[in-house]
């Protein structure tokens, strides 16, 4: 009878071992699945009329180019496993002559999934924030420090839920 015991055990495991080798092939195919998805079409070009608009002396976004994958843009960061446009990391050094300038095309309103803004230490001299920031339903975090902004944002409460996450500076008024 321990003999029947023995054999019965040695052959379980390696009945298990094609099982067994499934499980990290399963796992690489979820887990990689994500790094190979492409930005979101609508959201795309939304970004690249975004870009039409601002001043760019030092080409800090040539990377932002017609059918690239804009999750691989410098300043872009996707969400993992939609693709979605989450986060918009266009901060300048402190006084650098790659600073972007001109406008903010209401175009970020396509981008129904950014939750973060950063726009600080880039020259937007003697304009006024564009009030569509204050509908980015899904923004939770605006830094528009040093951007030298001509304007309230914070002025009715729609916005107001936004204005206790904006962070400004200069002539700014919050």
Same mark, same amino acid.
């Given at each position: 009878?321990? @003999? ?14 094609? !099982? ?5 092939? @399963? ?12 930005? @979101? ?8 009329? !975004? ?16 059918? #690239? ?13 939609? #693709?979605?446009?989450?986060? *918009? ?11 972007? #300038? ?16 950063? *726009? ?29 902004? !001509? ?24």
């Amino acid at each position: 009878m321990p @003999i029947m015991a023995i054999a019965t055990m040695t052959t379980l495991p390696i009945s298990l071992f094609p !099982f067994l080798l499934l499980i990290p092939a @399963i796992c690489f195919t979820i887990c990689h699945a994500n790094s190979n998805l492409l930005c @979101i079409q609508s959201e795309r070009e939304a970004l690249l009329k !975004f870009k039409k608009d601002l001043i760019d002396p030092s080409n800090r976004l040539s990377s932002w180019v017609e059918g #690239g994958d804009c999750c691989k843009w410098v300043g872009v960061v996707c969400h993992n496993s939609t #693709g979605h446009v989450n986060q *918009l990391h266009l901060a300048s050094p402190p006084f650098s002559p790659s600073a972007l #300038g001109g406008r903010i095309n209401p175009s970020l309103l396509e981008l129904k999934h950014l939750s973060s803004l950063d *726009l600080s230490y880039n020259i937007f001299s003697c304009i006024h924030i564009p009030k569509f920031l204050g509908m980015l339903d899904s923004l939770t975090y605006l830094n528009l420090a040093c951007t030298q902004f !001509f304007s309230r944002i914070c002025h009715d409460p729609l916005s107001d839920s936004l204005c206790s996450f904006a962070t400004t500076y200069g002539n700014v008024t919050l």
